[in-house]
């Protein structure tokens, strides 16, 4: 079993230098440790409900002494998803393997990991988050990029019992391609998986209807994006919906690269043509490596992303995370809410997760005064809005972790749950909101 950690609760993040993560520390998976009782305050009592100490909800719980986290040493990769009944399935890449562990606990222990691509290898990068979901009746399916040379195909292993064994893996993509990257998994509401992916410029996307015992495979959804920006998907009323980071040329020598979505509706196998969910253009003639996040309450969708708009110098020396909603199922977006305060410093890879309340909370990279770091706000205006920053973990805390990066934030049952990784390799923690 997985041994837990206790880390001073000052944290930080990021920048792409940090992809050239070494982790030559040890073992993976050892034993069981629980975590201990909720965050108390100096005088040892709990933070008290709806602001007794003057702060919000959110505030008294990250504001406490430390958080405990679950740390993949030897991990090059991490992601993770919650089913509906709450069991938490952690995938996490080492060499060239994916491995799921879950606990049953909401991530007070970890089972031990178990091998998801057996027979074949895996494309392990931190900037390559692994694809993971599961559904309430223990279905986990885990999708990776084959590599094979400088191509690769989509592949996808499946576990019928609570990922404790998984399937030979299966080619969802078919032939090989030049420069396949960044594939991700999506469930809609009745449990059929939603793949995407970039494939030689172009979007990949696999749907399935069937609970993924067959798939149409559409190779070339947009033919001209940013190649190493992750798309996401989403499944929603019976549509399907994939969110991505396009590229134009307004002349030869400038390029831009916007945030758009399609979207496919129930009953149909074309996809409905694009809308741009940016307001302002971005001109940036290189790949920032730095996808779309996007979540729905069943009725507004909401997309965050990072752009350098504002970034008169050109170089990413100011960068800032956005987010806009459509309330129409995708046809018109808002106006681009910035989520960020701080201004010309570098902000990148925002992660969102949103709540029973309808609270969007926002968890993205940060590089300030030589610092790297997570930061988190929240919003509770539907996004017009966001709380001032505040760090989560940090490259200063003299661990050596240097740039905290590629995060991933879900909300459950009144608790936040983030993986990252770093220079130590990968982690998972959570922390509880609280009442209010």
Known sequence: MQKFRSLGFQIFIL?????????????????ETSLPDLPVDEQGESPGENGETGLSPVENALLAPELEILDFHDGKSVNFTISSNGIIYIAFGKGTNLYVMRSLDMGRTFE?????????????????????????????????ILPEGDSGSVWM????????????????S??????????????????????????????????????????????????????????????????????????????PDRQIRDIYLVSMDQGSTIFNPEVRISDA??????????????????????????????????????TDIWLASS?????????????????????NRPSIALDEDGGLHVVWETQNDGADMLNYAWSGDGGVTFT???PIVSSDDGS???????????????????TWMDNLGGHFTFWPLGDG
Do not use: H, K
């Not at 292993?157 to 969802?172: K, W, Y």
């Not at 030049?178 to 990949?204: F, K």
């Not at 003639?285 to 992303?305: F, K």
């Open 112 to 144: 031990d990991a178990v091998l998801a691509n057996s027979g074949v290898s895996a494309t392990v990068y931190a900037w390559e988050v692994p694809a993971v979901t599961a559904t309430e009746e223990g279905v986990v399916r885990v999708a990776f």
């Open 157 to 172: 292993a499946v576990s019928e019992d609570g990922g404790q064994s998984f399937s030979p893996s299966r080619n969802i």
């Open 174 to 251: 078919g032939n090989s391609m030049p420069r396949t990257y960044l594939v991700q998994l999506s469930l809609d509401e009745l449990g059929n998986p939603i793949l995407s992916w970039l494939q030689d410029g172009n979007l990949g996307v696999a749907r399935s209807f069937d609970r993924g015992a067959t798939f149409a495979v559409y190779d070339s959804v947009d033919a001209e994006t940013c190649d190493c920006c992750q798309p996401q998907t989403l499944g929603m009323n019976g549509q399907t919906y994939i969110v991505y980071r396009n590229l134009e040329f307004s002349d």
């Open 400 to 418: 050596g972790r240097g740039a905290p990066n590629n995060p991933s934030l879900v909300y459950f049952g009144g608790n936040l749950y983030i």
């Open 281 to 318: 253009p971005w001109y940036f003639n290189a790949c920032p490596i730095s996808g779309t996040s996007l979540v729905s309450d069943g009725e507004t969708i909401y997309v965050s992303w990072m752009d350098g708009r504002n970034d008169t110098a050109g170089n990413l020396s100011q």
């Open 15 to 31: 920048l792409l230098a940090a992809y050239a993560c070494s982790s030559n520390q040890s073992a993976i998976i050892d034993d």
């Open 327 to 347: 309330s129409d199922g995708g046809q018109t977006f808002s106006a681009n809410w910035r989520v960020n305060s701080t201004s010309g410093v570098f902000n």
């Open 388 to 390: 001032e920053a505040i």
